[in-house]
């Protein structure tokens, strides 16, 4: 498996990647905002451990939903086909493989609906925490993080409208996708790589 370096495990970027730019992406729709907060990377270099990581542009997501908010195969579809090349493909059951598909052991999209106050960072990846959200909540959090066996390589948070979560989580997917797992990290003091190229 594919480790990290010392450097990279000190490295952690509140950047925002795919071009999108400020401190918050909100995607609105009938009036109800979903929010999705700037992602953080353990790495400077994502799209390396990516194509490592799912060399048949397949990938396990694991769900971690107390209430069931939604399927896992809706979180699959939603994620899946998104973001720079080469997309991924999300899958919930490695038994569900192609011929000639493998998988890379430890490489994962965790998502955690409502999660824990302690799950973040490497705890995302080694014991994430899903709990009950209130009945009279309005929105649902949601903590998603790319990881390498134990280790999270991006992360990230959003909000999702109670009332159409499900809705949302579709329309969000690319949006999620393209930020976990960006083509460069961005850096806006450089000319060449930063808001001056908002595709960069």
């Known amino acids: 498996m594919r480790t990290l370096s010392n450097a990279s495990k000190r490295l952690s970027l509140r ?14 729709g009938c009036g109800n905002i979903t929010t999705i907060e700037p992602p953080t990377y353990q790495v400077n270099d994502v799209q390396t451990f990516k194509v490592y990581g799912a060399p048949n542009q397949v ?12 399927s896992p195969e809706t979180w699959a579809s939603a994620l899946s086909g998104h973001g720079f090349p080469p997309r991924l493909d999300f899958i919930t059951d490695s038994t569900k493989l192609g011929p000639n598909q493998v998988l890379r052991d430890g490489y994962r999209v ?6 824990s106050q302690a799950t973040m960072g490497e705890k995302i990846c080694t014991t994430p925490e899903a709990t009950d959200y209130p009945a009279d909540a309005t929105k649902i959090p949601v903590r998603l993080a790319f990881c390498a066996g ?7 948070r959003a909000h999702f409208v109670k009332a ?17 797992f960006p083509r460069e990290i961005r850096d806006d003091s450089d000319r060449r790589c930063g808001m001056f190229r908002a595709g960069c």
């Open 164 to 180: 159409d979560f499900e809705q949302q989580v579709t329309n969000t997917g690319g949006s999620i996708i393209t930020q976990l």
């Open 15 to 28: 950047v925002l990647a795919g071009g999108v730019l400020g401190s918050v992406l909100l995607l609105a």
């Open 110 to 115: 965790v998502v955690v609906v409502s999660p």
């Open 150 to 156: 134990d280790k999270p390589i991006s992360e990230l």
């Open 59 to 70: 990938m396990m997501v694991e769900v971690h939903d107390k209430q069931s908010s939604v």
